[in-house]
């Protein structure tokens, strides 16, 4: 074949050469193009579904209230058309009154054994509605709908492909987009892995979600106090019972995007902020965790932690400079830590050796439960930064939290660092505007990272030792990322806390003036089948060029809803 290419390139004029060229490049694509129409996914998604070892009943539970008869009938459809056939829809009417709607969910229910039709004598609101239909659920797992959202054909296919790849699971959820009025999709939300701390902060969850009926019925079904954001409450219930939370990376599940939806807009419906707060602060009271959550002071529908009771335990940190007494960056940086308002504290200075070596030294000399690793040009801006990382600390699991770091004109510097990435890691919305909301609340709230920097660290003292400290074969860089992938590797997490800030002074030539190829091929070399995974709260489909949350590689145009349809 290679020699008939060299003959023909010898042969053949330039404009020939180009053409086939091209020829082949649409044929390739056409190939492509045949693998995407709707009989040939179909006729893929049944040989999948043969080579299931079992196939659970899922119950979808869908409460309707006077839904416009176009998306309910799309919501339905939806369900019909899935590849799974191993399901069952309840439809629940919240006591609508309108004869139409009945007729139509009649004939559903007449036409189709798999539909259960239930008619509400009052009306109760959306999670006594769902209760309702909880009630007539025969399935192993239970699956939410909302009445004018849909389905992707394969939804309940990869469902089950989960439940079958791990039996053990109790909940399992997927990525979703929005659907516009004019029914174009916008906005993909692509989620991370399951993140309890970001749950926290903000209502990642959402749909698709499937939740193992016994474990649903134990969580108590869903509360009528949170009506509005009673999918976010009922998840945070249902983490309290099981950690055997899955996340399927693909979206399953198109919500609508209509006026009076918070798809439109948390502005859409009054009062979620606070009900948001009541809720995670109910959660955290239920854990025996000191804090509480309030909204966010200028993004009302993210939570922030604070101390519960207005106090949080204290418990003694050192702080481990590598730097040289009386330069400049070092006296700067004394004369911000005297804003600090946290009274257990110590400074201890390293001059010698690497980073790693310098650091694992003033660990050594270190008298405190935590211990805080922090360069030399970062400065303190915020006197309860210091709080915040040990409030962040004291949470379930969590071994290491950093702070996001902000440049004086305002942008992140990191946000935490991603890995998996081509360089193969790299700080997270780098560039952005420190005050935004970021990717769905990315920014402003905390969340579970793969890697922090050890420009500024809490790690708890207990597993830095257990760990052995920061491996001192890295010369200038690596060392930090590297702890972080051997505590994850433990079981133990790291966390960016949101509302932890300082600032940085580190410029660009001093940052590419610290990197070391070496430093890199060793972590790379270590870690190397973790990277190639890639990052579990990073989702694939994001372009992998940096950690800025940009989709890639999408079939279809991705549009952003503008407007009274805006996500956020």
Request: proline share 6%.
């Amino acid at each position: 074949m290679r020699r008939d290419l060299r003959v023909l390139k010898s042969i053949l004029p330039p404009w020939a050469l180009a053409f086939l060229r091209r020829l082949r490049e649409l044929l390739r694509r056409g190939r492509q193009l045949r693998l995407q129409t709707p009989r040939a996914r179909r006729e893929a998604a049944l040989q999948e579904l043969e080579a299931l070892p079992r196939r659970p009943l899922i119950s979808l539970v869908m409460p309707t209230y006077n839904t416009d008869l176009k998306y309910l009938r799309e919501a339905v459809d939806s369900v019909l058309g899935q590849y799974y056939p191993e399901w069952e829809l309840i439809v629940v009417d919240d006591a609508s009154g309108n004869p139409e709607l009945a007729r139509a969910l009649s004939a559903y229910d007449g036409a189709h054994a798999q539909i259960k039709y239930l008619q509400l004598a009052e009306n109760s609101g959306i999670s006594a509605a769902t209760n309702a239909g909880m009630e007539l659920v025969e399935g192993e797992f239970a699956g939410f709908l909302d009445h004018d959202d849909t389905l992707t054909p394969d939804a309940l296919l990869r469902v089950a492909q989960a439940l079958a790849e791990d039996p053990g699971l109790d909940a399992v959820y997927s990525d979703s987009d929005k659907l516009t009025v004019g029914g174009v999709r916008a906005d993909p939300f692509l989620k991370p892995d399951w993140s309890p701390v970001y749950a926290l902060g903000a209502m990642y969850i959402g749909h698709l979600l499937v939740v193992r009926t016994a474990v649903a019925k134990d969580a108590g079904g869903f509360d009528s106090a949170f009506d509005k954001i009673q999918d976010f409450e009922f998840m945070l219930r249902v983490s309290e019972r099981t950690d055997r939370i899955h996340h399927i990376p693909q979206i399953l599940y198109h919500w609508r995007a209509i006026p009076g939806s918070i798809a439109a807009g948390t502005e859409q419906k009054s009062g979620v902020e606070e009900l948001q707060a009541r809720a995670v602060s109910q959660h955290l009271e239920r854990l025996g965790l000191p804090a509480r959550a309030e909204p966010h002071p200028a993004i009302p529908h993210r939570a922030v932690l604070t101390p519960a009771n207005g106090a949080a335990p204290q418990p003694r940190v050192s702080i481990v400079i590598r730097g040289r007494e009386n330069s400049p960056e070092l006296e700067r940086l004394r004369r911000s830590l005297e804003r600090t308002a946290y009274p257990e504290l110590e400074t201890i200075v390293v001059a010698d050796g690497s980073r790693a070596e310098a650091h694992n030294e003033g660990a050594r000399q270190a008298s405190g439960e935590y211990l805080l690793f922090l360069a030399p040009d970062t400065e303190v801006a915020d006197p309860a930064w210091l709080s915040q990382l040990v409030l962040h600390a004291s949470l379930p699991d969590v071994a290491a939290v950093g702070p996001k770091l902000v440049r004086p004109d305002g942008k992140v510097e990191q946000a935490g660092m991603a890995v998996g990435l081509r360089d193969p890691a790299a700080p997270m919305l780098a560039g952005a505007d420190a005050e935004g909301d970021g990717y769905y609340g990315a920014l402003p709230c905390s969340r579970e990272v793969s890697g922090l920097s050890a420009e500024c660290m809490l790690v708890r003292r207990e597993d830095f030792e257990r760990e052995g400290g920061f491996l001192e074969l890295y010369a200038c860089e690596y060392e930090d990322l590297d702890l972080c992938q051997r505590l994850a590797r433990s079981g133990r997490k790291c966390v960016y806390a949101a509302t932890a800030v300082l600032l940085t002074h580190r410029s660009e030539v001093t940052r590419r003036a610290g990197s070391d190829i070496v430093d890199r091929a060793l972590f790379v070399d270590t870690w190397y089948d973790r990277l190639a995974a890639g990052d579990p709260y990073f989702n694939l489909s994001f372009a992998r060029q940096r950690a800025d949350y940009v989709p890639s590689g999408w079939l279809e145009p991705v549009h952003r809803a503008v407007g009274a349809m805006r996500s956020r």
